[in-house]
């Protein structure tokens, strides 16, 4: 169960320069979620000084006041680097985007008590398609043969993860009883031709026959086609080196298990983000602000980020530090970062008086401070 | 040589049903006279039987062996090269059933059946959604690098978002087929993204939101190894880290090898091949003739 930290009110601000862009989506979604947890949140262009956070995404200039916590994502200058120094100076706790940014400003100097990092998240509105499966009889009464075993293979599939193609005559059954358990079917092309096949054949995922035997047309059209076959090993079929991606047996089961195994590593992906949604970037953000504010919370989403990455870190290793000095100085973008990356790299090889001088020379050049 | 097809009047020829007509066309394509008939024909020099499983009445030089494995089909094969006939098998299979049921291998021959070679791979689509940026953070140039890299056969690119034109008109001058939706829409997205066979991000900002979409749409992603894509465990199917153009074109090419090494594996298995196979093998038999 989530234990909601008590009367807190989060104002987002969202700086003008975000407005339209993407982060500007971070800022709505993340105030809509907080809402929706029953948290007061408000979104503005300016901090509010009796929010219990102000939590900053986009602009952030050192300059700014009121930063309890602010948004970090595309380090890739000095300049930027330098702000973040200085805000998190200044008692703001920077939310990185990625684990790598967060280790990477850990090593360029930033405390690692004012960094931590929550993932961002996707709208869940994205489904994968049905993988569609290929079929062709030279018959009605092939069709029919593969009919009563195809129903039972759909009876175990999720229609959404499948849909299905039929080619020839005969499948007109087959198909009612699929449409009736939710999967699409196309079944229009009920004459053999070579112009079909041509145009139907490579947008086949799988090419699925159950026919025994050599009876099996399509086989060879899917294969010179590059589609991917599940078929019986009998015949011809396994005479093309290569050519049965999968051989199966006329057993519903063993269809249903290669046809899944089929669309595993898809599985796998949306699962790697399943958990990637605006809900659980809104309560990875409260639970952090509950706890720098000394109140309870309860970590449910129990992934590496959020609370978990305000975690104390190893020390630092030599070899970390010369990679993030080596980012952060070898990515002069602007003349302003040219300016402070030649700074850099000239100053570590000239003796401290000189080195201050240069730095405030180039501060007065650059920045005009 | 004069070659007579003899095809059954009753009879399901199955998927064979075109055999006949491709062999009679094929054979005249190399001067062979070839003609179609239900019975067999005295004057030719060799009559070739394609009867599925269909028997036939009259004797025959050659007979197309098919699907012999129910024992009514075994039988009449076995039937047809016991009265002369050379049983032209569709596989090794075919042939190893017929050597089992006790029909010599001087009596067996093999010819891989054929299709039509108008079926060919399809491209895949290389998906790309974000808009560019005046400071290059896209590193939307590397694409046409990675594309002079590939086959504008086997790939086609769909790319959502601002900033592309340039690059789309370079891709498209190299003959690839080039998708470009300007303005981004979330409607548009959730159609196109699924479709995606991979999805592509070039940049080095820490990470692409599209990245996200297409994991969730199941889709193989090519992206830098960077930012937050390494905190998705599984999400990056091909790393781009050093060497982006090599590493993209070696995925891409990866990816693709295993559809062409499926489609070679039945490249001469056309009607040309088909048919003068049979040539060569009516040769040797009319060479053995008295």
Known sequence: MKILPPLLHIHIVCHDGVIGWILEKFAVNLARELSLLGVRSTVGPGADPVADINHHIGGYSGEQKHVDTFMVTHVDSLKKLHRIRRLTRAAGLAICMSRETMERLHAADVPRRRLCFVNPAHDGVIQPRPLRVGMASSSAADAAGQAALLVDVAAQLAPGDFCFQMVGPGWKEVSSSLRSRGFAVDDSQREFSGESYAKIVPFFDLYLSTSEGENTPGFLEAVAAGVPSLVTAEGYRLDAAGAISCAIRADPAHIVAALNRAQLDRQRRRAAVASWTWAAYAQKHLDIWARLRGQPFASTHGGPDGVASMAEAAPLRRRDRVAAFAYFHTRPLTWVDYGWTVSAIAGRALPRPVRRSLKSLVKRWFLGR | ?290
């Not at chain 2, 089992?100 to 060919?120: C, E, Q």
């Open chain 2, 1 to 290: 040589m004069n070659v007579h097809i003899i095809r059954p009047v009753h009879g399901d020829l199955g998927p064979w049903v075109s055999v006949p007509l491709m062999l009679q066309e094929h054979l005249s394509e190399l001067g062979v006279k070839a003609t179609l008939g239900t019975v067999p024909h005295g004057a030719a020099d060799i009559n070739h039987l394609i009867a599925g499983t269909a028997g036939c009445d009259g004797d025959v030089d050659t007979a197309l062996i098919t699907d012999v494995g129910s024992a009514d089909a075994l039988v009449r094969a076995i039937a047809l090269i016991e009265r002369g006939a050379l049983g032209i098998c569709l596989s090794r299979d075919t042939q190893e059933r017929l050597r089992i049921a006790g029909v010599p291998p001087a009596k067996m021959a093999l010819v891989h059946p054929a299709h039509d070679g108008l079926a060919r791979p399809r491209q895949l689509r290389i998906g790309v959604t974000s808009k560019t940026f005046g400071d290059g953070r896209k590193r939307e140039n590397l694409l046409v690098k990675v594309a002079a890299q590939l086959d504008p056969r086997h790939f086609s690119f769909e790319i959502m978002g601002t900033g592309w034109a340039e690059v789309v008109r370079k891709i498209e001058r190299r003959g690839f087929s080039v998708l470009h939706h300007e303005q981004f829409s979330l409607e548009k997205c959730r159609s196109i993204v699924p479709h995606f066979d991979f999805y592509l991000y070039l940049g080095r900002d820490e990470g692409s939101m599209g990245f996200l979409d297409a994991l969730a749409a199941g889709v193989a992603t090519i992206v830098t190894a960077q930012g937050f894509h390494l905190d998705v465990p599984g999400g990056i199917t091909w790393p781009v880290d050093a060497d982006p153009v090599r590493e993209i074109a070696a995925a891409l090419m990866e990816a693709n090898r295993e559809r062409l090494r499926r489609s070679a594996a039945v490249a001469d298995w056309t009607w040309p091949s088909y048919t003068r196979r049979h040539l060569e093998l009516w040769t040797a038999l009319l060479a053995e003739m008295p």
